[in-house]
């Protein structure tokens, strides 16, 4: 099974059970399932004590034949003690199941076996019932009812696309990547006995699944099924207030829908801002264009004013070495030697003290990338944090692992099934015409017979060919015959065979149409174009990555100026003491010998660093011309986001009516029933467990009941 199914499996169980317990259990009485219980030192558990498991889960194996027959029993059991050990082991068993699974199979209406089934083709039906084995019979508010032990049933089904189609699922969800098609069916047998819920809210618990599809050269992988019996198992019993926390729970339930549904609104209509702004955003892309050709031409040029800069401080490297040579050849210019090193520490101090504000710059000019860079991915409508220095490479990074082009086949195939839809009465339109004309020859050759064989009854034998054809036209022209004709063919039309006829053909036609776009170069294209779309975040992150190495060099070349001024006022200090003594001529020019070769190394890091700026903002003009082209796309998928949307509202609303407001509806009609009896269920689904496992009632753990039947074919 591919990792995408398991996730949806996973998914579907998770909402199954969120439903199944929702405002039944309250968060300060939920405990993780291997959380150890809490002890203190004047109660600590004794050394039998903590030998004994604390909580066990168990997974039960269930290997059955096609039909749901069961070969074989593998329990893999987990536990662990006070001390925190664990232990897991596996062995066969023979316990009675809990619930029995029976499979079920039907080509064209008529039953059949596993074994014959394999390879053939036609209408399919695939239905599994669910027996709920385990029931006990126990009070619910004076009167002596039998309730079943709670099991969520849920089976899944993997389908090929090129052997399934027109897939049906009852009691299920089907999930399609456009290759295969995932048939998750749910089933909670004994359910609808054990809750008694009035039919008239009309709510299903099932207690089979069924798939019907039609089929060619039948075959199928293993059908999984998860058995759940801890559906109400953090109900407390105990807590006085359950009922009215029920009853505030389903109204914060309704309320929060109604918030949602207000959301869906608002996200809509925003949506519709966005396109109504895409064109805005076209002439800031245009004008960032045109920017990032100017950034592109001034990096050039201070790339080689930089490589001019490093020459001279290696000039002024070697002349400072030389100066530390002829220190006493400069005794007698001291004086001189203090005013121009003063001169080169002013001037040092002031290249320094623009050091902060091109390192603001810099990184100003960052600031203004990532926020162009966020606003374009929000524009697309991509979900982006606040990008920074320190995380755009990291949030730019799951945007891209996010970016999915099967969403977009999804799209398309829901908007050409759509279009072709529209058009299904002109296509039964042409197809009527097509049969009719058919019908109507078949009618009037048929008349054609019988008047023939009338004429000839009448003539002699022996009466020539002409006369015969000649009277059977008379006949056939009359008033009597042609409307007799029309009446017989509006009949045939009217027939169930012929409407059925028209009813195929319209579909098969409605369903050829929708193949043949979707393998258009319109289709095609719009695929094409989500790929490109990944490619496009990559080449932003690029460019951005780009302009980060260069603002890492004007970093480090400002530390060099920085390192430099600071050595030139050692310079200038020391020259000044030159003049007190002779001594002291010796370290002054060491400390500008020194300073010079920071300087000089700092002109070097700050040559590097242009050089690496001039290639980023060139890469940079690149990827904004790259972006610039890539617009369109982007507003027509502004344009496809739009129309889900409004499908999104669509779908709450329905969610809604039919779902959240029957919930709500069941529990304030009847919720004191309805208490009672999850109670037990509760009680019940702790018991089975513990007796199952053979650990009491009150030790953590899970057990699960997973069931593979063989494959078909």
Request: with cysteine; net charge negative.
């Amino acid at each position: 099974m591919k990792p995408i199914y398991k996730r949806l499996l996973a998914l579907a169980l998770c909402l199954s059970l969120t439903l199944g317990c929702v405002g039944l259990v309250s968060a300060e009485n939920r405990k993780a399932p291997d959380e150890p219980p809490t002890s203190t030192a004047a109660s600590a558990p004794s050394e039998d004590t903590a030998r004994q498991p604390l909580c066990e889960s168990e997974a039960v194996y269930v290997l059955t034949d096609a039909s749901g027959a069961v070969e074989k029993q593998i329990v893999s059991r987990r536990s662990r003690d006070a001390s925190g050990a664990e232990e897991t082991q596996r062995t066969e068993t023979r316990q009675e199941l809990p619930v029995e699974l029976h499979f079920s199979y039907r080509l064209n209406g008529k039953e059949i076996t596993p074994e014959e089934l394999a390879g053939k083709s036609g209408s399919v039906e695939i239905r599994i019932d669910y027996t709920n084995k385990v029931s006990e019979a126990r009070e619910i508010r004076g009167r002596e009812e039998r309730l079943y032990t709670p099991f969520l049933m849920l089976s899944a089904l993997v389908l090929d696309n090129e052997h399934y189609t027109n897939v049906e699922m009852e009691n299920g969800k089907l999930i399609s990547d456009g290759s295969r098609t995932l048939a998750i069916g749910y089933a909670l047998p004994g359910m609808r006995e054990s809750l008694a819920l009035p039919e008239e809210l009309g709510l299903e618990l099932p207690d089979h699944v069924c798939l019907r599809a039609e089929v060619k050269d039948f075959a199928l992988d293993s059908v999984y099924t998860l058995a759940a019996s801890d559906l109400f198992g953090s109900y407390d019993e105990n807590d006085p207030e359950a009922l009215e926390k029920l009853l505030a729970s389903v109204q914060d339930l309704s309320d929060g829908m109604a918030q949602l549904l207000e959301g869906a609104k608002a996200l809509n209509a925003g949506l519709d801002t966005l396109m109504e702004k895409s064109g805005d955003l076209q002439s800031g892309v245009s004008a960032l264009a045109q920017g990032a050709d100017q950034l592109s031409e001034g990096a050039k040029r201070l790339s080689g004013g930089a490589k001019d800069l490093a020459s001279g401080t290696a000039e002024l490297k070697n002349g400072a070495g030389q100066l530390a040579q002829g220190a006493e050849s400069l005794r007698d210019g001291s004086k001189e030697l203090a005013g121009g090193a003063d001169q080169l520490s002013t001037g040092l101090n002031q290249l320094s003290q623009s050091s902060a504000a091109l390192n603001g710059g810099a990184e100003t000019v960052f600031g203004s990338l990532l926020s162009a860079a966020e606003t374009q991915l929000k524009a697309n409508g991509l979900s982006v944090g606040s990008l920074s220095i320190s995380n755009y490479q990291t949030e730019l990074n799951r945007i891209i692992k996010t970016l999915d082009p099967d969403a977009v086949y999804a799209a398309a195939l829901a908007q050409v099934s759509a279009g072709v839809e529209a058009k299904r009465p002109e296509i039964q339109a042409l197809v009527s015409q097509a049969v009719r004309e058919q019908v109507s020859q078949a009618v009037t050759a048929a008349v054609e017979e019988q008047i023939r064989a009338a004429v000839l009854a009448q003539l002699p034998e022996s009466a020539p060919e002409e006369l015969v054809e000649q009277q059977v036209a008379a006949q056939m022209s009359s008033e009597t015959v042609q409307a007799m004709i029309a009446q017989q063919i509006e009949a045939q039309m009217q027939s169930e065979e012929i409407v059925q006829s028209i009813a195929d053909n319209t579909e098969a036609q409605v369903q050829k149409a929708i193949a043949d776009t979707m393998a258009g170069p319109e289709v095609q294209a719009k695929l094409q174009a989500a790929g490109e779309g990944a490619q496009s975040v990559i080449a932003l992150k690029t460019s951005l990555d780009q302009y980060n190495a260069f603002y890492l060099g004007v970093k480090r070349y400002t530390a060099g100026v920085d390192a430099a001024a600071r050595g030139a006022k050692e310079l200038s200090t020391g020259a000044k003491k030159l003049q007190s003594g002779a001594a002291e001529l010796s370290d002054g020019t060491a400390a500008l010998s020194a300073g010079t070769g920071k300087l000089s190394a700092g002109a070097k890091t700050l040559s590097g660093g242009a050089a690496e700026l001039s290639e980023g903002a060139a890469r940079l003009d690149s990827g904004v011309h790259a972006l610039q082209d890539g617009l369109p796309a982007l507003v027509e998928g502004v344009e496809k986001l739009l129309n889900g949307s409004a499908q999104l509202r669509e779908g709450l609303e329905t969610f809604d009516e039919k779902g959240i407001q029957t919930i709500v509806r069941l529990v304030k009609e009847d919720g004191r029933d309805l208490a009672e009896r999850l109670e037990t269920l509760a009680e019940l689904s702790r018991a089975y467990r513990a007796s199952y496992t053979g650990c009491s009632e009150d030790a953590e753990g899970e057990l699960r009941f997973i069931y593979r039947s063989a494959s078909i074919g």
